[in-house]
Nanobody, 121 residues
Framework: QVQLVESGGGLVQPGGSLMLSCAAS????????MGWYRQAPGKQRELVAT???????NYADSAKGRFTISRDNAKSTVYLRMNSLKPEDTAVYYC???????????????WGQGTQVTVST
């Protein structure tokens, strides 16, 4: 079993910054891709950014230039630095690992429980 635990959400004013963290723990042999998704009220969950174990990144257009994804492979942790936040960034942010390899050579996908980010005055 694997757990993804997010932290770092909260209330921030427009133009402010936040750093989200997501730590994976449990039966993990390797994790290829880790990523962040978000879901605003009444909207579908959408990709924010992903990063591979080798550091290759991919960003949604809405995140380019403002958000930075990074990871610490030794700690099985992925981060999302969010700058210049806007009210439209308000959402629940979810950590996702779609392809975790376990020690028995099987693979599974996991989501975190989500962390709320609210951008408001």
């Amino acid at each position: 079993q694997v757990q993804l635990v997010e932290s770092g959400g909260g209330l921030v004013q427009p133009g402010g910054s936040l750093m989200l963290s997501c730590a994976a723990s449990g039966s993990i042999f390797s994790i290829n891709v880790m990523g962040w998704y978000r879901q605003a009220p009444g909207k579908q969950r959408e990709l924010v950014a992903t990063i591979t174990s080798s550091g290759r990144t991919n960003y949604a257009d809405s995140a380019k230039g403002r958000f930075t994804i990074s990871r610490d492979n030794a700690k099985s942790t992925v981060y999302l630095r969010m700058n210049s936040l806007k009210p439209e960034d308000t959402a629940v942010y979810y950590c996702h690992a779609p392809h975790i390899q376990h020690y028995d050579a099987t693979y599974s996908a996991y989501w975190g429980q989500g962390t709320q980010v609210t951008v408001s005055t």
